[in-house]
């Protein structure tokens, strides 16, 4: 108590000898990791990656190591097409397949070589989607995978764009990354079904800038050769392709044949029934006759078999799955519907080779799994599909209308 008053005593006598009070200064400083990070958060990640390393992934392949392969680009009659392009961290095979074929299809149709943008079709794909799950009050898929037909629908709404106008590259990024702005999309969609709040245009703006933020601000008009056009004149004029000369082949039995009935797999979001469904036989006969005319194709299924190899880039069907001989449209959709094969990726055919009397694909990939051999291998960026492969693990395709004008006169 004392003291107590003895210190109010001499701060009254510092005030009244008119001492003034020096404030703190303030200073903008770089932080820096402390012990939580380098020792407590140390000490935590070194334990749990030795656990995690003690767990080996073991999956059951099957052994290539000296068949005698054709997994060398230069063996196939191939088609122009850009050179192969990393997807990166995102889930749009759909759309780097297709585009990549929609490339071909201009210098197959006009004698001009271009590279389109992918990320324009896939921002707008993401509007569409969450426009679909607003609409539809929760009840629609809000993925990062599609179709190849949804490139199409895209191209007859918003059009296409060179790829110098729109990158979806920012702060110096190599690679696509769409993890983060899937998850801010995906979390606000679901607030709005938590809230009930379902205001359309306000819900969409926020869907843009949140990818405007992550990919730029696509453009509605650049310049071109001189002129301003819009990304549906570039496609109309420049690039002129023609959505509506383009169709989807799909080939199950869960279906009726020679219909065009829906391809039921979850990236159908919007359930396009748009597929003209045909005999499995019929299938791979467009697709041989298809490819021997010139004419390339975003095709997708399953790449997820122990015939398929990393290693070697080759994608075959062991015997101990099913012998060739078997491998029909039972057996095709036998696995679909126990869903051991499953519509994971999406590919561009861009080539054939014939061995042995059997036909061999070559086929551009935009996934890491074809990458594993480094940039040096010739066969980087590239699948090697054997017939019995396409056959029995791939479900659908999309080509131009006139590689099957005879096949449609039967719908």
């Known amino acids: 108590m004392k003291k107590t008053i003895l210190s109010l005593f001499l701060v009254v006598i510092v005030i009244g000898q008119g001492i003034t009070q020096s404030f703190d ?10 012990f939580y990070q380098n020792f407590i958060m140390k000490d935590i990640d070194s334990v749990e990656k030795k656990q995690k390393d003690t767990k080996v992934d073991k999956r059951l392949l099957m052994d ?50 271009v590279k389109l943008s992918e990320m324009f079709t896939v921002y707008w794909e993401y509007v569409e989607k ?72 306000e819900a969409l703006e926020t869907i843009k800038s949140i990818m405007n933020f992550y990919m730029g601000v696509p453009p ?24 509506d000369d383009y169709v989807e082949i799909l080939s199950y039995i869960q279906q009726p044949y020679w219909k065009q009935v829906e391809y039921e797999v979850p990236d159908n979001w919007w359930h396009s ?26 095709i997708g299924g399953d790449v997820s078999e122990a015939g398929f190899s990393r290693e070697t880039n080759v994608a075959l069907v062991p015997d ?45 990939d935009s996934s890491s799994g074809s990458r594993n051999v480094g940039k040096d291998d010739e066969r980087f960026g590239y699948y090697f599909f054997s017939e019995d492969y396409v056959k029995l693990k791939m479900m659908n395709f999309t080509i ?12």
């Open 25 to 34: 200064k303030i200073k903008f400083k770089e932080y820096k990791p402390g």
């Open 64 to 113: 290539q190591s000296g068949m005698d392969l054709p997994n060398d680009p230069e063996l196939y009659n191939s088609y122009w097409h850009n050179p192969v392009i990393s997807q990166g961290n995102t889930g749009t095979c759909w759309c780097f397949s297709t585009i990549s074929m929609y490339e071909s299809e201009v210098k197959r149709l006009c004698r001009k070589e």
């Open 130 to 201: 969450a426009r679909r799950y607003i609409r539809k009050r929760g009840e629609s898929l809000f993925s990062q995978g599609s179709e190849a037909n949804a490139v199409t629908r895209i191209f007859r709404k918003y059009g296409a764009v060179p790829w110098q106008e729109y990158t979806g590259l920012k702060d110096g990024r190599k690679y696509f990354s769409h993890a983060k702005m899937y998850k801010e999309m995906y979390n606000f969609l679901k607030g709005l079904k938590n809230s009930n709040d379902w205001n359309e245009e």
């Open 220 to 243: 509605e008009k650049f310049e071109y050769e001189g002129k301003t056009i819009t990304p549906r004149e570039y496609l109309s004029k420049v690039i002129m392709i023609n959505p």
């Open 273 to 298: 029934s748009e597929y003209y469904n045909v005999p499995l036989n019929i299938f791979m006969e467009i697709l041989k006759e298809g490819i021997r005319k010139k004419y390339t194709v975003s």
């Open 320 to 364: 101990f799955d099913i012998p060739s001989d078997n491998i029909n449209e039972n057996a095709r959709q036998f696995r679909f519907s126990n869903k051991t094969t499953t519509d994971d990726h999406g590919m561009h055919l861009v080539g054939f080779y014939k061995k042995n009397g059997t036909d061999w694909y070559l086929v551009k």
């Open 400 to 411: 131009h209308k006139d590689a099957i004008k005879n096949i449609l006169d039967n719908f």
